[in-house]
C-alpha cells in the first residue's frame, strides 16, 4: 500500500514540474514575459492596495467595511501561508529544475502555497459578493495571477491549486462570519 501511495505522489510530482517546464517556456516571449511580470507585482498587493483605499473613497461606510474585511482576511491569509510554508518547505521549481528559468522575484525562499493565488481566489469571493459588477475584473485577474505564477517558475501547478483552495475557505469563511455586514 504505502508503495502505491509513494508511486502516485512521485508521479504527480513528475507531472506537475512537466507543466512548469512547459508554461515557463512562455516567458521566452519577451511581450509575454513583461505581460505575466506585471500581473505577478500587481498580485503583490498593489492592486489589492488600491482597491482598499478606493473603497471608502467611492462607497462610504460601506468601502470603508470591505476595506476592513480585506485587511482582516489578508492578515489570516498571510498566517495560514506562513505557517504552511514553513512546514512544508517545498523550493521553488526554477531552484529544483535548471531548465526552469525565474521570471520575477520571490517574496520568500518557498513555493507551497501559492499566497499571491491564495489571495487573489479570497479577495474575488470577498469582492464580487459586496460588488458582483466587479467579478469581471477581479476573476480574470485572479486566474491571470494564478497561471503567471507558473510561468514565471515561481510555483508548481499543485502550489497554484492549493493556494486557490486554500482563498476559496478564506473568502467562504469570511463571508459566513461577516457577509452580514456587507448586506
Known amino acids: 500500500m504505502e508503495k502505491s501511495v509513494a508511486a502516485v505522489v512521485e508521479k504527480m510530482g513528475h507531472v506537475d514540474a512537466l507543466y512548469c517546464i512547459r508554461l515557463n517556456r512562455w ?21 489589492w492596495y488600491g482597491l482598499m483605499l478606493l473603497f471608502p473613497v467611492f462607497m462610504g461606510a460601506e468601502g470603508f467595511v470591505i476595506t476592513a474585511l480585506m485587511i482582516l482576511m489578508a492578515a489570516w491569509g498571510v498566517y495560514i501561508y ?13 531552484v529544483s529544475h535548471r531548465c526552469i528559468r525565474q521570471g520575477a522575484r520571490t517574496l520568500d525562499c518557498y513555493s507551497f502555497p501559492s499566497g499571491h493565488t491564495m489571495h487573489a481566489v479570497a479577495f474575488t469571493i470577498l469582492l464580487t459578493y459586496a460588488v458582483p459588477g466587479l467579478g469581471l ?15 514565471l517558475g515561481l510555483h508548481y ?22 457577509g452580514t455586514f456587507l448586506q
Do not use: C, E
Not at 137 to 151: D, Y
Open 137 to 151: 475584473l477581479l476573476l480574470p485577474f485572479a486566474l491571470l495571477t494564478a497561471l503567471a505564477r507558473v510561468v
Open 82 to 94: 506562513r505557517y504552511i510554508k514553513k512546514r512544508s518547505m517545498r523550493p521553488r521549481p526554477f
Open 157 to 178: 501547478p499543485s502550489d497554484v491549486f492549493m493556494g486557490a483552495v486554500l482563498g476559496m475557505v478564506n473568502g467562504t469563511v469570511m463571508l459566513s462570519l461577516f
Open 27 to 47: 516567458i521566452r516571449d519577451s511581450h509575454l514575459h513583461r505581460f505575466f511580470s506585471t500581473i505577478s507585482r500587481l498580485g503583490d498587493g498593489i492592486f
